[in-house]
């Protein structure tokens, strides 16, 4: 009984890829929050408008800026792939079906991973 129960949540916790929204279906959701895009911008902007006074200085926080970014999208990647992994390492429970809607949710990830922000 309780591994059925446990089954049912891990079903509940997977969006079918036929319900997610077409804009999830085709991984075209940004890899970093419009907002923070927003304040990565803004940094970046603030940076570049200092190197006449500071060029050293501007190169250093550029490479920190994109570092910080470069954290931010691994960070969503590592969240997402944990969560994919959960769908179909259930063992013996997975039927074909299961596997085959993580088969859709990968290849969306897969997309996204080669797609720019």
Same mark, same amino acid.
């Given at each position: 009984?309780?591994?059925?129960?446990?089954?049912?949540?891990?079903?509940?916790?997977?969006?079918?890829?036929?319900?997610?929204?077409?804009?999830?279906?085709?991984?075209?959701?940004?890899?970093?929050?419009?907002?923070?895009?927003?304040?990565?911008?803004?940094?970046?902007?603030?940076?570049?408008?200092?190197?006449?006074?500071?060029?050293?200085? !501007?190169?250093?926080?550029?490479?920190?800026?994109?570092?910080?970014?470069?954290?931010?999208?691994?960070?969503?990647? !590592?969240?997402?792939?944990?969560?994919?992994?959960?769908?179909?390492?259930?063992?013996?429970?997975?039927?074909?079906?299961?596997?085959?809607?993580?088969?859709?949710?990968?290849?969306?990830?897969?997309?996204?991973?080669?797609?720019?922000?």
């Amino acid at each position: 009984m309780r591994n059925l129960d446990e089954s049912r949540k891990r079903e509940q916790d997977v969006i079918p890829f036929e319900r997610r929204t077409e804009e999830e279906q085709e991984g075209r959701r940004p890899l970093i929050p419009p907002r923070q895009v927003e304040e990565l911008r803004e940094r970046w902007t603030s940076i570049q408008s200092r190197f006449v006074d500071e060029p050293r200085k !501007s190169v250093e926080d550029a490479d920190k800026l994109v570092l910080s970014a470069i954290q931010q999208i691994e960070e969503v990647f !590592s969240a997402e792939r944990a969560n994919l992994e959960k769908q179909w390492t259930r063992g013996e429970e997975a039927s074909t079906e299961d596997l085959r809607v993580c088969l859709q949710h990968y290849r969306t990830f897969f997309d996204r991973l080669l797609t720019k922000i």
